[in-house]
Every structure is written in structure tokens, then in C-alpha cells.
């Protein structure tokens, strides 16, 4: 069966920071993959999807980039942490066509 | 990518019916209705999904109107852990080609009453 694996499930950081948030797929091949984020009281907001490796598209521009550098790894980074970087971040993959989303269990960013 | 419309939060007893509706009266032809909920610091979780049919599955039904401007998830015996946030979502494709993307509306916060 198919797992996603997210960590660390809770992190605190100092403004300009860095960050690095890694998620990895066990159970399939070829995946899409996505990173979400969620702020305070706030909806999830599409940061990044992934159709295969090294192939990466943003939704919206931020202070944020990822990375695939296996098929079935997803990171998510940064070089310098804002406070408005904070927020609930989630992985996700599916396997296209019609097929929902099975998304991991989420890192909670605080941004200090 | 269709607009989706949820009342911000309902209560149900517990053991009852709880339908949650949603409007997306400019869904287009081929964009499905996916349903998701996410407990309180967990990540979404897929319900359901479907297009012009009604839909059933272990966990809900899924009921479309004919002119697909409008759908009711219905969970039949709510249960204390149904306590979420429900989310109804249109499916649009993501620009570049390859990929579905969901937009994520602030759903339906569901309580289930004891």
C-alpha cells in the first residue's frame, strides 16, 4: 500500500533562517507531487506541484522554493525564513487522472 | 475553476444524517466535485468524488443535482469523529499539463453533537 511520510511534525525557527521540509512517497512510482500550505484560521493554498523528478511548478511567487531530486521526494526550502512563513505546510501525492489526493500528516512552521 | 459555496459550520446529533451542501453553479462540464475533511491539525483527508452521478462509498454518498450547480455530502450515521472541516472542491487542471490541482475553499466546519 501507498504511505506518506512527512517530518519534522512540529518546528520552530528564528527569522532568516533556513528551512528545509522533507516528504517522500513509499508505494508507487512516478507520482504527482504537492506542497500546501495553511496559515492561521486560513484555508490551504497550493505552494508547489511536481509531475516528475527535477520538474517543478509554483502557484504563487514567495519566499519559498522545491525540489524533487528522486521520484519520490519532495523538499520544500528556504534560505531566509520570514514570520509570515509560518504556517501549517502539508505534502501530498496522487497518481493523476481522477484520483484524489492523499495528503501527509503536516508540519507545523513557527516562524520566531 | 468552479467557485464552491458551504455554509461556514452545522451541527448535527450524533448517530443522525448530516448533509453538508455545497454550490458551484459555474462548474464546468468536466471538472469533477471532490469532497475532503480535515480534522483539527491533521492533514485533508479524501472522501469522495464524483461528476454527473450520485455516488456512494464506505465512508459517504455523494449526491449531484442534474444540472450540477449544486451537491450534498451525506455522512448517514455521524459520529463524534466526524467532527471536521468538510471541504468541496472543484477539480481544475494546473497550468503546464500533467497535474490536477485542488483549490481549497474554507469549508464547512461539521460538530457532531453528543
Known amino acids: 500500500s501507498q504511505t506518506i511520510h512527512q517530518w519534522p511534525a512540529t518546528l520552530v525557527q528564528p527569522v532568516g533562517s533556513p528551512l528545509s521540509l522533507e516528504c517522500t512517497v513509499e508505494?508507487?512510482?512516478?507520482?504527482?507531487l504537492y506542497w500546501y500550505r495553511q496559515a492561521a484560521g486560513r484555508g490551504l493554498q497550493l505552494l508547489f506541484y511536481s509531475v516528475g523528478i527535477g520538474q517543478i511548478s509554483s502557484e504563487v511567487p514567495q519566499n519559498l522554493s522545491a525540489s524533487r531530486p528522486q521520484d519520490r521526494q519532495f523538499i520544500l526550502s528556504s534560505k531566509k525564513l520570514l514570520l509570515s512563513d509560518s504556517g501549517f505546510y502539508l505534502c501530498a501525492w496522487s497518481s493523476g487522472g481522477n484520483y484524489g489526493y492523499t495528503f501527509g500528516s503536516g508540519t507545523r512552521l513557527t516562524v520566531v | 475553476d468552479a467557485k464552491t459555496t458551504q455554509p461556514t459550520s452545522m451541527d448535527c446529533a450524533e448517530g443522525r444524517a448530516a448533509n453538508l451542501p455545497c454550490n458551484h453553479s459555474t462548474i464546468s462540464g468536466n471538472e469533477y466535485v471532490y469532497w475532503y475533511r480535515q480534522i483539527h491539525s491533521q492533514g485533508p483527508q479524501y472522501i469522495i468524488h464524483?461528476?454527473?452521478n450520485n455516488e456512494t462509498n464506505e465512508m459517504a454518498s455523494l449526491i449531484i443535482t442534474e444540472d450540477r450547480k449544486s451537491s450534498t455530502l451525506i455522512l448517514p450515521h455521524a459520529t463524534l469523529r466526524d467532527t471536521a472541516v468538510y471541504y468541496c472542491i472543484g477539480r481544475r487542471p494546473l497550468s503546464g499539463g500533467g497535474a490536477d490541482g485542488l483549490t481549497f475553499g474554507k469549508g464547512t466546519h461539521l460538530i457532531i453533537q453528543p
Open positions: 508505494g508507487t512510482s512516478n507520482p504527482n
Open positions: 464524483g461528476l454527473k
